[in-house]
């Protein structure tokens, strides 16, 4: 073996390695998949891998000469339909060597799919409105809200771009636009003002993130699930001092109260509830740019769990409230996974988002102003959660694992 193939590999390795985590990627996964390619191909690959970064050293098996590189990663953003595409060509690497050398150049191709941005802002008008019209029954105060959730995607997005903003401070400035905006609705329309803001307070919270960090820190990925932990609480810490300096001006500005409790809430029927957790679904599902055909299982997935969801939760339990829809998510989108040959990330996106934000959008601000919990027990709650949603899933892997087949060797 040459140290220019050695070289190649390595050049393949990197280039796979920040595509995949730029899209999102799971960097356990990553790391797992990564290794075993090595020891297939005869070289020794160690991969550590975070969110914001990849460090990988590459030996021929038996050598003490060593390859070593470091990549960042600058933008990342969750891409369904491109871990598909990186996810195949690593299988198709694994045919053969010939085949690895043929696949090399294509992992830097332009993306295979991608939606239309009329499309996507559609999906961004339509999850805001499935997440207000069941809860609160006002058709005002509905496409209010996607309307916001439109907006502040845009704010925090090309127009923050534009304007050299990045990470933390963008997303303080997305809310403190959220709950002034909803506040002032609120005054105007005789509506709540969680029935404007919930839509892109979801797409902001970082529940998923919170949920990955946990997942990552499970598998011993410490400084990776620290990283995006730590990235989770910031955001956090952003969103809640946006909400204290927002009801602060509207304090100043006039009568205009963010939180107060809803005391006549909305009970729209059963049905009207599952039409608008179908429709959040379906958008969750072009927002992470999920393939078309895939849409429809990933709806699957996160309505089973939701109405799983719903009914446990009216009966007291602290944890298997999120671990029972939780395993239903693991199992839902590991059976697609085999039956489609994608990741299973596909299919549980949307519905791990059905059963984190609400707590996590909402209780964690209301407590600011003395309604609800104490916020050392809604920190504890978040944790648990969150920690429950993950073994869910872990639990969900253990039959797929048993009955897994085992991989072939390479051929010539």
């Known amino acids: 073996m040459t140290d220019q193939y050695l070289e190649n590999y390595l050049d393949l390795i990197m280039r796979y390695g920040k595509s995949y985590l730029a899209s999102g990627g799971s960097t356990s996964r990553l790391e797992e998949s990564l290794w075993d390619f090595g020891q297939k191909m005869d ?6 891998a975070t969110s914001s970064g990849i460090f990988v050293t590459c030996s021929e098996n038996g050598k003490a000469n060593k390859i070593t590189r470091m990549g960042r990663i600058y933008h990342g953003e969750n891409d369904m339909a491109e871990l598909i595409r990186l996810e195949n060509l690593l299988e198709e690497m694994r045919a053969s060597r010939k085949a690895m050398e043929k696949t090399r150049h294509k992992i830097l191709e332009v993306k295979s799919f991608t939606y239309s941005r009329l499309v996507f802002f559609t999906a961004l008008f339509l999850f805001g409105v499935a997440t207000s019209l069941p809860s609160y029954g006002s058709w005002g105060a509905a496409i209010g809200s996607g309307l916001l959730v439109m907006l502040v995607f845009w704010m925090s997005g090309a127009f923050a771009k534009k304007l050299g903003l990045t990470g933390v401070f963008t ?3 997305g809310c403190c ?36 960090a946990i997942s990552e820190l499970a598998n011993h990925n410490f400084i990776s699930g620290t990283s995006k932990m730590m990235r989770g609480i910031l955001t956090l810490l952003a969103m809640g001092t946006a909400f204290l300096f927002a009801r602060d001006v509207a304090g100043l500005v006039g009568d205009v109260n963010l939180v107060s409790p809803v005391k006549d809430l909305f009970e729209g029927s059963f049905v009207l509830k599952v039409i608008g957790m179908i429709g959040s679904a379906s958008a969750v599902g072009i927002l992470f740019n999920v393939p078309a055909r895939l849409i429809p299982f990933s709806v699957i997935t996160a309505v089973a769990s939701w109405t799983l969801l719903q009914s446990v939760q009216g009966l007291g339990f602290y944890v298997l409230g999120s671990f029972l829809p939780a395993l239903s998510v693991g199992f839902f989108s590991m059976a697609f996974s085999r039956i489609f040959k994608v990741p299973s990330q596909v299919f549980s996106v949307p519905g791990i988002l059905s059963l984190v934000p609400g707590m996590l959008a909402l209780s964690s601000f209301f407590q600011f102003s003395g309604f609800g919990e104490e916020q050392s027990s809604i920190g504890m709650r978040v944790m648990i959660i969150a920690s429950s949603i993950v073994f869910g899933l872990f639990t969900a892997r253990i039959p797929f694992i048993l009955l897994a087949p085992k991989r072939q060797n390479f051929s010539e």
């Open 43 to 48: 070289i020794e690959t160690e991969v550590f």
């Open 171 to 173: 997303e303080f400035l």
């Open 177 to 212: 636009f959220i709950f002034l905006v909803a506040g002032f609705c609120a005054v105007e329309f005789h509506v709540p003002a969680r029935a404007f803001a919930e839509g892109a307070l979801i797409l902001m919270v970082p529940g998923l993130t919170i949920t990955n």
